[in-house]
């Protein structure tokens, strides 16, 4: 049974910082590229960064420089740091496989307040 737990979301005056975590269960993590997702109220879901399972990454343009996703096999854990919050980074955090997609986990809230 395939688990994805993400955690680390709050609240947050723009400008701060957030560390996200999502840790992976029930799968061989090291093959698998792991994706970022939001989901802001009204909105769909958007992808915001991607990691490979060779640690390549790539992220969305609305956050280039920065997020930064990063991931430890050792702990089946994939990060998204994310520095100079926004406002407009407020959403519902996801994480899934970039290889297959699992059911989604619960997602982690991120507020950032003006």
């Known amino acids: 049974q395939v688990q994805l737990v993400e955690s680390g979301g709050g609240l947050v005056q723009a400008g701060g910082s957030l560390r996200l975590s999502c840790a992976a269960s029930g799968i061989v993590f090291r093959i698998h590229g792991m994706d970022w997702y939001r989901q802001a109220p009204g909105k769909q879901r958007e992808l915001v960064a991607r990691?490979?399972?060779?640690?390549?990454?790539n992220n969305a343009d609305s956050v280039k420089g920065r997020f930064t996703i990063s991931r430890d096999n050792a702990k089946n854990t994939v990060y998204l740091q994310m520095n100079s919050l926004k406002p407009e980074d407020t959403a519902v955090y996801y994480c899934?496989?970039?290889?297959?997609?699992?059911?989604w986990g619960q997602g982690t809230q991120v507020t950032v307040s003006s």
């Open positions: 990691i490979t399972s060779s640690g390549t990454t």
């Open positions: 899934n496989s970039a290889l297959r997609r699992f059911d």
